[in-house]
């Protein structure tokens, strides 16, 4: 998940679970009889009307202008829209359904960010409400599916990719056109970088974000499927092995060899990226939503690569690809107009819309590409979007995991406070401890983790 935002995840994730915390209610909504499934020129007859809250227009600018035109032209339902502050998109929804006062159509991040609101029962599946074909298309990812049910439509993607500049491979010696596949390759990469005066790989992990980040790529090279993430939580699978705390055995060998940015750990994840933009860093960690202004910027020199390969599962080698949703509230009185909405913006008018408003591609698979000028975006289009990628796995840690697991040893162990070894054994403790305090939440992973298999 990409949020330019100064909040950190910690935050989301306590407020997901703290329901009355910080939530802003809405008023209820007048009790309309439930419309038929009709076209859009019969709906006119009845014309409800819907709330619909959202976020993005903070990581990708014109979604509020996208928005807005496609709400004005939808002749279904008149639908009021509230574009949320980043701080309350779990909270304030959660709170709102508890007192039986949802919006009709919420905004979703993926993974565990709606899958508690999902065990709360507060979201409607959408099989049989929303179209397959749309269902099918619309690049939810398979973490928007439990015991078998799908409780998101797809919105815009998120790829995670790596950056590198050309410019400085170029200087280094470096073949600018073939990025490092493999962890020698790439440490060997880094070695040449360094012995030109270029830093060679980093960000800003201040904030945290960029933690995650590493761990999501890296761990995700020693599993055989998503489930097995969940399955490290549950405690049927062990981070003490040393399978599973290889990511942070390769995060200490980067630090122990000065690849790192020196102010890697006082700037924050979007400051950190500028660096490789502005030629003051051979590679890091981003997302696919900032490449085409990134590469832009860089007049074409800007790489992008999956991260190169240490380890021996399935997943290891693929891309990863996260996007943001939106689903339907189960208290919503109106689910059929909502989920006709739903497919009108999936229709290619509003698909094509979003790119020439944004400047960014939708997640449906069913767009027409061939608008992309940009052959960086066209990549990213066809190996993150449409190729065999693999779900955003960090999109499945408990909160606690994540405050007090994966972000206080990704710190650590950058300041060469921590093994990779001792990682793992703090990550399986402060699992063990969460999964003590949350009895009910291990057995509701425990069903997510059968559907992932």
């Not at 709170?95 to 159509?105: M, V």
Request: charged residues 20%; glycine residues 8%.
């Amino acid at each position: 998940m990409s949020k330019k935002t100064g909040l950190s995840r910690r935050d989301f994730l306590r407020s997901a679970v703290a329901l009355g915390a910080g939530g802003v209610m809405v008023g209820a909504l007048p009790a309309l009889a439930k419309p038929a499934r009709h076209p859009q020129s019969a709906l006119l007859q009845s014309r409800p009307t819907l709330n619909m809250w959202w976020w993005g227009e903070q990581e990708l600018p014109g979604l509020q202008r996208w928005l807005d035109r496609a709400v004005a032209s939808y002749e279904g339902a008149q639908i009021n829209t509230l574009l949320q502050d980043t701080s309350v998109v779990i909270s304030q929804f959660q709170t709102a359904a508890a007192a039986g006062e949802a919006p009709d159509i919420q905004f979703l991040w993926n993974g565990i960010y709606h899958m508690e609101s999902v065990w709360f029962g507060y979201l409607e599946p959408l099989d049989g409400l929303v179209s397959q074909e749309v269902l099918d298309k619309s690049g939810a990812t398979a973490l928007s599916f439990y015991e078998g049910r799908q409780y998101r439509v797809g919105w815009y993607p998120i790829p995670m990719v790596h950056y590198y500049n050309k410019r400085l491979f170029d200087q280094a010696g470096l073949d600018a056109d073939n990025p490092p596949k493999t962890w020698d390759e790439f440490l060997n990469a880094c070695d040449r970088l360094k012995s030109a005066g270029i830093t060679p790989y980093g960000g800003g992990i201040q904030d945290g974000f960029w933690g995650e980040w590493f761990f999501g790529q890296s761990l995700v090279q020693s599993l055989d499927s998503p489930s097995d993430a969940i399955n490290l939580f549950i405690g049927d699978l062990d981070f003490r092995e040393p399978r599973y705390h290889e990511c942070w055995v390769r995060l200490r060998e980067l630090v122990d060899l000065g690849f790192l940015n020196d102010d890697i750990s006082s700037l924050e994840l979007y400051p950190g990226i500028d660096l490789i933009v502005t030629n003051r860093l051979a590679m890091g960690l981003s997302v696919g939503t900032r490449v085409p202004a990134d590469n832009a910027l860089l007049e074409g020199d800007l790489g992008v690569m999956i991260m190169p390969v240490f380890g021996e599962g399935a997943l290891a080698g693929k891309p990863l690809l996260d996007s943001q949703g939106l689903g339907i509230s189960s208290q919503s009185q109106h689910k059929e107009v909502a989920a006709d909405f739903l497919e009108y913006i999936n229709q290619r008018e509003w698909l094509d819309a979003m790119w020439e408003i944004t400047g960014w591609m939708p997640s449906n698979s069913d767009w027409d590409s061939s608008v992309i000028e940009d052959p960086l975006v066209a990549k990213i289009w066809n190996e993150w979007n449409l190729g065999d990628n693999i779900a955003y796995v960090p999109n499945l840690m408990p909160a606690q995991f994540w405050t007090d697991a994966m972000f206080v040893a990704a710190q650590a162990i950058i300041a060469g406070e921590m093994t990779g070894e001792e990682a793992g054994e703090q990550n399986a403790r402060i699992a063990q401890e969460w999964r003590d305090f949350n009895p009910d939440l291990v057995e509701n992973y425990q069903i997510w983790a059968a559907s992932l298999a």
